[in-house]
């Protein structure tokens, strides 16, 4: 379980092909901190610490991880959002992130509105997933909150800090992000799709 407040953002060091699946290592100064077979989220997708270093780990997606979000499209270099699991006695400063990406989806807008940033996003809305006006999101592992809600856009506003400390500020039209839609959004569509 996760909040969405990122905490570093790691770079991708190494990526390693086997079978079908890829073994990303990654540095940041949480490196250190982590141990085995702990719960990382990695722009949003929950995955598993399987090595260390003094400044390094690495995690393992599988296929159906890859099939389901950008993490396919990470190379050496690429800047990536990284959350340790919420401690069940803190705060939780954004909202409930599980750290399983439900789909992927488009930037289709960016721009810069003299101090903060507007962002919009399409995705594929036969999948059922939704948003609502000031809901939940989860963008690359980021909890934020929708402004402009459609049937398969959504737009968040960014503000100078987040913007300087993830991956967003990379974030272009036409790049692809992982979103997490909100989990007590799910279940409500869910229960009324069955009534």
Same mark, same amino acid.
């Given at each position: 379980?996760?909040?969405?407040?990122?905490?570093?953002?790691?770079?991708?060091?190494?990526?390693?092909?086997? @079978?079908?699946?890829?073994?990303?290592?990654?540095?940041?100064?949480?490196?250190?901190?982590?141990?085995?077979?702990?719960?990382?989220?990695?722009?949003?997708?929950?995955?598993?610490?399987?090595?260390?270093?003094?400044? %390094?780990?690495?995690?393992?997606?599988?296929?159906?991880?890859?099939?389901?979000?950008?993490?396919?499209?990470?190379?050496?270099?690429?800047?990536?959002?990284?959350?340790?699991?919420?401690?069940?006695?803190?705060?939780?400063?954004?909202?409930?992130?599980?750290?399983?990406?439900?789909?992927?989806?488009?930037?289709?807008?960016?721009?810069?509105?003299?101090?903060?940033?507007?962002?919009?996003?399409?995705?594929?809305?036969?999948? @059922?997933?939704?948003?609502?006006?000031?809901?939940?999101?989860?963008?690359?592992?980021?909890?934020?909150?929708?402004?402009?809600?459609?049937?398969?856009?959504?737009?968040?506003?960014?503000?100078?800090? %987040?913007?300087?400390?993830?991956?967003?500020?990379?974030?272009?039209?036409?790049?692809?992000?992982?979103?997490?839609?909100?989990?007590? @959004?799910?279940?409500?569509?869910?229960?009324? @799709?069955?009534?």
């Amino acid at each position: 379980m996760f909040t969405g407040i990122i905490e570093d953002l790691g770079e991708v060091k190494n990526i390693v092909a086997e @079978g079908t699946n890829l073994h990303f290592t990654i540095q940041s100064s949480i490196s250190n901190d982590l141990k085995i077979d702990q719960s990382v989220a990695h722009n949003g997708v929950c995955l598993t610490v399987v090595a260390l270093t003094e400044d %390094t780990h690495t995690v393992t997606a599988i296929q159906e991880t890859l099939e389901k979000s950008n993490v396919k499209d990470l190379k050496v270099g690429s800047k990536v959002n990284l959350e340790r699991c919420m401690q069940m006695n803190g705060r939780l400063d954004g909202h409930i992130v599980q750290g399983h990406v439900d789909q992927t989806a488009v930037c289709i807008k960016r721009a810069e509105l003299d101090g903060s940033w507007e962002y919009r996003f399409q995705y594929d809305a036969t999948k @059922g997933n939704v948003t609502v006006e000031k809901g939940s999101v989860c963008i690359n592992g980021i909890s934020l909150t929708v402004v402009g809600s459609e049937d398969n856009e959504f737009s968040v506003f960014i503000i100078p800090y %987040t913007f300087e400390h993830t991956n967003l500020h990379e974030v272009n039209v036409g790049d692809t992000v992982n979103i997490e839609f909100d989990i007590i @959004g799910k279940y409500v569509a869910r229960l009324v @799709g069955r009534a």
